[in-house]
């Protein structure tokens, strides 16, 4: 007589990668998910401008002009351009990021930043007409 296999539950994997995330990394994730469902259509950019480089890394970032400060998102939804630096807890923007949008505005794109999923939801609907 043949043993019966019993199967176990087994609870969904949790991404490896997860413990690594920042609050500003949770929030960046949970405003890119609104605007997609939100504004089906809209083209989201981010410059992976942060992190770590080794010597020649922070080098060639140089010399490609890409330097700190640009702002998190960029938002293009049906014929508008939208800036939006993102902000977790109390942390505030720096100067270079601060100039970045003044850059933006001065070109006359919305560009604002925002602490907390509420207050970047604000400005995107503000700006799309939601």
């Known amino acids: 007589m043949q043993k019966k296999q019993v199967r176990h539950y087994r609870s969904p994997k949790v991404n490896p990668f997860e413990k690594y995330l920042k609050p500003e990394d949770h929030l960046h994730i949970q405003v890119c998910r609104y605007i997609k469902y939100q504004y089906q259509g809209a083209v989201i950019y981010h410059a992976p401008n942060e ?17 700190p400060g640009f702002p998190d998102l960029l938002i293009f939804y049906r014929g508008k351009l939208i800036a939006l630096e993102l902000k977790a807890g109390k942390n505030k923007p720096t100067e270079y990021q601060l100039a970045f949008l003044e850059v933006f505005r001065s070109v006359g794109i919305a560009a604002d930043w925002a602490t907390g999923f509420e207050a970047a939801r604000a400005f995107i609907d503000g700006q799309f007409g939601k």
């Open 51 to 67: 992190g770590k480089r080794s010597h020649f890394e922070r080098y060639l970032m140089k010399q490609l002009e890409a330097g």
